[in-house]
RNA sequence: UCCUCAGUAGCUCAAUGGUAGAGCAUUCGGCUGUUAACCGAAGGGUUGUAGGUUCGAGUCCUACCUGAGGAGCCA
């Protein structure tokens, strides 16, 4: 058996005429009497192969000839340029291990044919399998790691933060609460930028890549109560420079996808033209004009009241790629917003609403770096000051203009992969009525 | 939390208030180029739960449970 050497499927092609074995999984499997077409994925692809009964010992044809759906097995052969097959290659068969056959009693659940998204969630350790899913996943690993290369090139430093936080920012009825020892009450991150503030004092520029936790009972086809997010943090930085970074991050992330997932994009059936597009520069509106579109578009927006999501839509339909709105009232707005110097009743914060309805995918903006305001800001919110101390030495030793952003990964992930759910962008997906598996 | 819709075989779905069915999956048989392969046969059901109306309920009514879509809120 040591004359056939590993290898993965994904580099079939340049292993044409070697005596080569795969090991895998059974994918589907089409027999006609004396011929067997079964196709094997092993992770980095799928391949058919074919098996000839008058060309193979007569237990190993029978054995292959009576797999059942994802069993595990070593197919051992010689690869072959085939235009007939998908991928363009497939492997004619001289020998095969089965490693673990799924028995007959408790076949697969999951079959070629259609099935509903209640039942998938529920097998989703399986449905992960899935030719579909392995493409939203496998993009979904390129733009973090499109994320992480941006960042680390662009003389960012990750400095990841606490999990486990003290009640603070943005009131209590959306965070988790977690019993932490004796007497005390702590609760799962909704945002790690208080932390990133910190950070970049001492960094310079800053990001945390890491989990966050919503409780809100939101049930929509953007929503997941455990999501993943990045936040970069800049000192010495305005608004402008937020802007500037965050289209930068997304025409990088775009553009990585489109070089080396274009496999990935067309199992997925993605409009690439939509994603080329995604260029700079991105069109930039205020709020006032964001305002002045809507109303024109018939939306019942007034002055003063955030986007809804069809709003959002609405926005996003007026341009080819994504827009960013700055400068929001600054009462919709979180009371670590710097307001404009001019006009404070606006404050300098920016959202991107991604292209084609998707949404917003970043939110962030300039914070407040004078004390005194800070300190007005906290009271005005009814927050406890005592709570704040930390934040507002910030602003005591060696305050200076700052500001950075958040990017939820799954909406990125959704929008890139063209999607209809955020569900599907993650392996295992918290949502308001789903925990397991 | 609110609004709308849906729960029937392992899965996807049919079934005028009148004997619960098909395709896929599984098993058996057939087929040397199949592409969600195909052809023949078999097994597989407390119609989400609890009440009610009716001679008779998968179907009509009420409550509950579970899920889906949307709203609000957000990334």
């Not at 092609?13 to 027999?31: F, S």
């Not at 986007?307 to 960013?324: A, K």
Request: glycine content about 8%; charged content about 30%.
């Amino acid at each position: 058996m040591s004359d056939y050497r590993r290898i993965t499927i994904a580099s079939a092609g340049q292993h044409t005429g070697e005596p080569v074995e795969i090991a895998g999984w059974l994918y589907n499997l089409r027999k006609s009497g004396k011929i067997i077409f079964p196709i094997i994925r092993d992770g980095s692809g799928t391949i058919q192969c074919v098996g000839v009964k008058a060309q193979l010992p007569e237990d190993v044809f029978e054995a292959l000839k009576n797999l059942t759906q994802e069993s595990s097995v070593i197919i051992r052969g010689k690869m072959r340029a085939e235009a007939r097959a998908q991928g363009g290659y497939e492997m004619d068969i001289e020998g095969a291990e089965i490693v673990q056959r799924v028995s007959e009693e408790h076949p697969y659940p999951i079959t070629p044919k259609e099935h509903g998204v209640e039942f998938l969630f529920d097998q989703r350790h399986l449905h992960l399998r899935s030719r579909r899913q392995h493409a939203i996943l496998k993009i979904r690993h390129e733009i973090i790691k499109a994320v992480r290369d941006y960042f680390d090139s662009n003389g960012f430093t990750l400095v990841d933060c606490p999990i486990f936080t003290p009640a603070a920012c943005e009131g209590t009825t959306t965070l988790f609460e977690v019993d932490y020892f004796e007497d005390e009450k702590v609760y799962l991150t909704q945002s790690g930028q208080l932390y990133n503030e910190a950070t970049a004092a001492a960094f310079g520029k800053t990001y945390c890549f890491g989990p966050t936790f919503r409780a809100e009972k939101s049930k929509t086809r953007r929503h997941l109560t455990e999501f993943w997010m990045v936040e970069p943090e800049m000192a010495y930085a305005d608004l402008e420079d937020v802007k500037r970074v965050a289209e930068e991050l997304i025409v990088f992330m775009v553009g990585r996808v489109l070089e080396n997932r274009k496999t990935e994009l067309a199992t997925l059936e993605r409009d690439i033209t939509k994603l080329e597009a995604i260029k700079s520069p991105f069109p930039r509106i205020s709020y006032d004009e964001a305002v002045e579109i809507l109303k024109r578009k018939g939306s019942e927006i007034e002055w003063g009241g955030d986007f809804g999501g069809t709003d959002e839509t609405l926005l996003s339909e007026e341009f080819d790629r994504p827009v960013m709105v700055d400068r929001y009232p600054a009462a919709v707005k979180a009371f670590y917003f710097q307001p404009a110097p001019e006009r404070p009743e606006v404050a300098l914060g920016v959202d991107v609403l991604a292209s084609e309805g998707y949404g917003e995918v970043i939110g962030g903006g300039q914070r407040v770096h004078d004390y005194d305001l800070l300190v007005q800001r906290i009271k005005d919110h009814n927050l406890p000051p005592e709570a704040f101390q930390w934040y507002l030495d910030l602003r005591r030793f060696g305050s200076v203009p700052h500001g950075g952003f958040g990017m939820g990964i799954e909406r990125a992930v959704s929008w890139i992969c063209g999607l209809e759910h955020i569900r599907e962008t993650i392996a295992f997906p918290r949502m308001l009525y789903r925990t397991r598996p």
